[in-house]
């Protein structure tokens, strides 16, 4: 390899790495399609292999040189349209991509990588073709007929032989009428005087296998071949002509040079030889100067050419080529300006209060420390689909090994992700995406079988969600199958029948993570390679993230990676144990929570502290968490220790769990940057790295899913403990836990509504009530509001005295928006009740439930407004209705009890379910005009409910409507494309009525 300057050689590998990272997206996507290619892909991929080329050929690697060269010729073919793109021909420029790349990681050892095969793959390719296919000369072809050539252009032999003697290149360049000669204006005598600057001219002839007739001779191409030699190189010779490098042909004689080699030179031919160096010699000085002018003129008429074409006028942002490291370095100091940042702030705060204008600038300094830093930190952000672009082809490449077809489907290839994430994360995407095409996806006879498409499909998803990047790998495939997990878990001693008896489907599906766990019978090259998920779940958690999975038989899987958007400054909570600093990233944090230290278990509140099977769990909101003591799981205990008397717990999420964190003090959130852990606490599960506090002082950084590992935290006693729990507290199919706002109208009578349904609650004054016949009405964002009172319509007691001040009910999502009058707003709870509708009933009451001992009335404030307004009542009683059946497929108690109450009041037949599975055995067993479904349901969700009927005969033209609380765009789409025909929104009950009468008028009509 020549010596070349290092910095030029690094630019070479850099931009020889972003020609081969466009290589491959665009022969995949030009594979896709390939029956009508666009010719300006072609041009890319063709501009990128030809550009490495070039460049290799400057520093002299002659094997990157000659396999670019070979993809090169092939893709001149294609972009001519001599030769169609085929998979044989994409699999072939494919593995001279994947050679080239291992060429340029190993730029020392390039010249030892064996190629030949990709070379004979590719001149096959090319020799493969008929004349008829191409434009080339293709003279290279018959290299031992030099005296075909002499005779194709009427010269001597001879000369052919002194040109190759004096070390000259040998060309025949074609320049036709139309594109070269007309559009530029110019004609041959311009060609060959521009030759006589390049070179010698050796000779030349017209071309007219291209015209017809003489009818068609004004129409068509006329070529004129032009025979020279000269010392360029092919590039500079398409450059200093103006013509495409495919019009350029480099002829070669390999005879002529052996001759050169082994023949003597007697004293006639050296002094011919002299003579002729001295020729060439004297002829080159004179054609350097027309030389460098014709190139630059050229190449101004290509600048001027694209500028014409369209950029002229337009500003473009500049780029700058960055080096790595001087990110990195950027990234240390921002990072060490944070700290300096911190601990000003701390060592200032008291002098803030005494010196004036001090405050003003520590804030200063604060906002652009924070604002320097969030730029830093973009420099080394990159999008996500720098990884995401190089699985179509690994796609791609496991269709053909395991003969399956499979579709990927990607999106959010623009988020941004720190780049050490970005680097860390392709090897555990490319586990997934293999194991979902090997694993997951059946082949096309089983998917036909299972009444699937034969195409399967594998989605591969990015999305910002709670201060996180996700990333979700959905296959919908077999799925994973419960009981197969077991066996193999209870085979290799992972678990023991007994554990398996307790574990929830969950835990079940979780064993995959488990060290040494797969259900491949035999190690293969195809996806794991005898690598288990353990070590996949291990690499995220190395960068801060999380994994989960779900997972249906028969219907597929879902992977979800939770990521952090960077690993180098984080926001974090400094808490204290044993007067020792700790920081724990935000990112875990879901709560932080305060108990009495003699709050015990028989406390009648929520926070409370329980032992399940000997180990502490905190009872939160009718849960258990366990929980942990960090100076227990540090071993910071100390003899004289002195009893909590409050106890500060941080809930914190550890894969699809949460458990408690005790500590013994809470400080302020506070940046930090991560440094590397020393090499003697490399060993400790507890810790992921450590920090200079504002103080000075350095901390340790807490790693959450190792504490949760040392600690060995027994999820499924406490998940049993839950249950049970649970089922003493509740019976599940009748009670629902619910967010209420509790108020009074009169005194001792209490109501409930679902905040929900609830927009916004005013507080007004009595006087600003205001009457307008028998109605009243009260000002509410500059408009005039209707208000009601609940004993004008409901069998309630009036308030016994009018209050100087009342309350205003204001309820989501109503036609002509009208408000409540409370007299006492209680309180807003969160409790597990069911809704009795038998024993007090009543138009307007949804039901009424018993509530820590007071019996609570539901009023139901949809039908309240219909009987406020009875002219503008939508749901009046149609007897045609009594003749439909709507079946409702709902989990949530409440919501199944509203839209059935709305359902009956327009005179519908109403069943209800209560979930996917419930729903789907009641459609099977009765005829219903109608389903209405909500989407997140357990055991069986809306989705798959409604594909699951649109294959039952019968069902698969009965309409259904999906009633939800999402309202996200892709939830819409999802949801239509799975086979709803409408989409509303909880609970709009006119919009709903409405919608329902559409659709059932339009299923009559057709």
Not at 368 to 391: A, D, H, S, W, Y
Not at 710 to 730: D, G, Y
Request: proline residues 3%; negative net charge.
């Amino acid at each position: 390899m020549i010596n070349q300057d290092s910095e030029m050689l690094q630019m070479f590998l850099e931009e020889a790495q972003e020609h081969l990272a466009n290589l491959e997206p665009g022969l995949l996507e030009l594979e896709q399609n390939k029956e009508a290619p666009d010719q300006e892909l072609i041009n890319e991929i063709f501009r990128a292999v030809h550009s490495l080329k070039g460049a290799a050929g400057f520093f002299g690697f002659e094997a990157i040189t000659g396999l670019s060269h070979a993809m090169e010729n092939l893709l001149s073919l294609v972009r001519d349209g001599k030769l169609k793109p085929n998979s044989e021909m994409i699999t072939a420029l494919l593995d001279g991509t994947d050679r080239l790349n291992l060429m340029i990681k190993d730029i020392d050892n390039s010249e030892d990588v064996d190629y030949e095969d990709n070379l004979k793959l590719l001149n096959s390719l090319i020799d493969g073709k008929s004349s008829s296919q191409t434009v080339r000369l293709e003279y290279s072809e018959i290299d031992s007929l030099p005296d075909k050539i002499a005779k194709e252009f009427d010269i001597d032999i001879d000369d052919l032989k002194n040109a190759v003697v004096k070390g000259h290149f040998l060309y025949a360049v074609k320049a036709f009428t139309g594109k070269d000669m007309k559009a530029k204006g110019k004609n041959p005598v311009n060609y060959l005087k521009d030759i006589d600057k390049l070179g010698n001219l050796l000779g030349s002839y017209s071309d007219f296998s291209e015209v017809g007739s003489l009818d068609t001779l004004k129409e068509s191409e006329i070529a004129f071949v032009f025979l020279f030699s000269s010392v360029l190189e092919p590039d500079l010779i398409a450059l200093g002509l103006d013509v495409e490098e495919y019009q350029v042909e480099e002829l070669k004689f390999p005879e002529f040079q052996k001759q050169n080699e082994s023949e003597p030179e007697d004293s006639v031919v050296e002094e011919k030889k002299k003579k002729n160096e001295s020729e060439i010699e004297t002829k080159a000085d004179n054609q350097v100067a027309e030389q460098v002018a014709l190139f630059e003129k050229n190449i101004e008429k290509k600048e001027s050419n694209k500028t014409d074409s369209g950029t002229s006028g337009v500003t473009t942002k500049e780029s700058l080529r960055v080096h790595v490291d001087l990110l990195n370095d950027l990234m240390t100091l921002a990072g060490e300006l944070v700290l300096a940042r911190n601990q000003l702030l701390r060592m200032a705060s008291d002098s803030a209060k005494k010196i004036p204008g001090l405050q003003n600038v520590l804030q200063d300094i604060d906002l652009t420390t924070t604002m320097l830093q969030g730029k830093i930190m973009e420099t080394r952000m990159q999008p996500i689909g720098m990884v995401f672009n190089k699985f179509p082809r690994v796609i791609r490449d496991m269709q053909r090994k395991l003969g399956k077809k499979i579709n990927l489907e990607m999106s959010g290839n623009e988020v941004d992700l720190d780049k050490t994430i970005i680097e860390n994360l392709s090897d555990p995407l490319t586990h997934l995406i293999r194991n979902a095409a090997d694993h997951g996806i059946e082949s096309p006879e089983e998917r036909k079988k299972a009444g699937k498409r034969e195409q399967g499909t594998v989605w591969l998803k990015a999305y910002h969600e709670g201060g996180k990047v996700n990333i979700d790998v959905i296959d919908d495939g077999k799925g994973l199958d419960p009981e197969k997990l077991i066996g193999k878990a209870i085979e290799k001693g992972i678990i023991t029948e007994a554990d398996a008896l307790r574990m929830d489907e969950k835990s079940i599906h979780n064993l995959i993570f488990a060290p040494g766990f797969s259900t491949a019978k035999e190690v293969t090259d195809v996806s794991g390679r005898g690598v288990g998920m353990d070590v996949v779940r291990t690499n995220i958690e190395k960068i801060g993230g999380n994994i989960t999975i779900d997972s249906a038989l028969g219907k597929g899987t879902v992977f979800n990676l939770k990521l952090p958007l960077t690993l180098a400054i984080i926001p974090s909570l400094i808490v204290t144990v044993k007067e020792m600093n700790f920081a724990l990233s935000q990112v875990a944090l879901k709560r932080i929570v305060r108990i009495r230290a003699d709050r015990g278990a028989g406390d009648n509140n929520q926070l409370k502290i329980e032992m399940v099977n000997s180990s502490p769990v905190l009872r939160l909101k009718n849960k258990l968490l366990p929980i942990i003591y960090l100076d227990k799981v540090l071993n910071l205990n100390r003899d004289d220790e002195e009893p909590r008397k409050m106890i500060r717990v941080l809930v914190l999420q550890h894969d699809e769990h949460e458990f408690g964190l005790v500590v013994d003090e809470i400080f302020d959130s506070e940046e930090i940057v991560v440094k590397s852990i020393p090499r003697f606490f490399k060993n400790s599960l507890a810790y992921s790295g450590t920090t200079i506090m504002g103080d000075g002082t350095v901390a340790l950084i807490l790693d959450v899913s190792g504490i949760a590992a040392k600690s060995k935290l027994n999820f499924t006693a406490v998940k049993e403990k839950r249950k049970k729990t649970e089922n003493e507290i509740a019976d599940e199919a009748n009670l629902e836990k619910q967010n209420l706002l509790l108020f009074e109208n009169a005194e001792n009578e209490q109501f409930a509504l679902n905040l929900d349904l609830i927009k916004r609650i005013e507080e007004i004054s009595t006087d600003k009530i205001e009457c307008v016949g028998e109605k009243e009405y009260i000002e509410h964002e500059n408009k005039s509001l209707r208000v009601i009172r609940m004993e004008q319509y409901l069998p309630v007691r009036s308030p016994k005295s009018e209050s100087e001040h009342l309350y205003v009910i204001i309820p989501k999502l109503i036609e002509s928006p009208m408000g409540i009058i409370a007299h006492k707003i209680i309180d807003s709870i969160t409790v597990s009740t069911s809704i009795d509708t038998d024993n007090i009933q009543a138009r307007g009451l949804i039901g009424s439930s018993l509530i820590d001992n007071n019996i609570v009335l539901f009023p139901d404030i949809y039908e309240l407004v219909d009987m406020a307004e009875p002219e503008k009542s939508f749901a009046n009683k149609n007897t045609q209705n009594q003749k439909i059946n709507i079946l409702i497929v709902e989990d949530t108690p409440f919501f199944r009890t509203v839209e059935k109450q709305y359902l009956l009041s327009a005179g519908y037949n109403v069943d209800t379910a209560i979930d996917g599975l419930d729903g789907l055995k009641k459609a099977k067993s009765k005829k219903y005009d109608l389903f209405i479904v909500d989407l997140v349901m357990p055991r069986l969700d809306g989705f798959e409910f409604v594909k699951s009927i649109r294959q039952e005969e019968g069902l698969t033209s009965v309409p259904a409507i999906a009633v939800t609380t999402l309202t996200n765009e892709e939830s819409r789409k999802k949801a239509i494309e799975a086979g709803f025909n409408a989409y509303e929104v909880k609970i709009r009950k006119e919009k709903l009525l409405a919608v329902i009468k559409y659709i059932l008028n339009e299923r009559n009509n057709n």
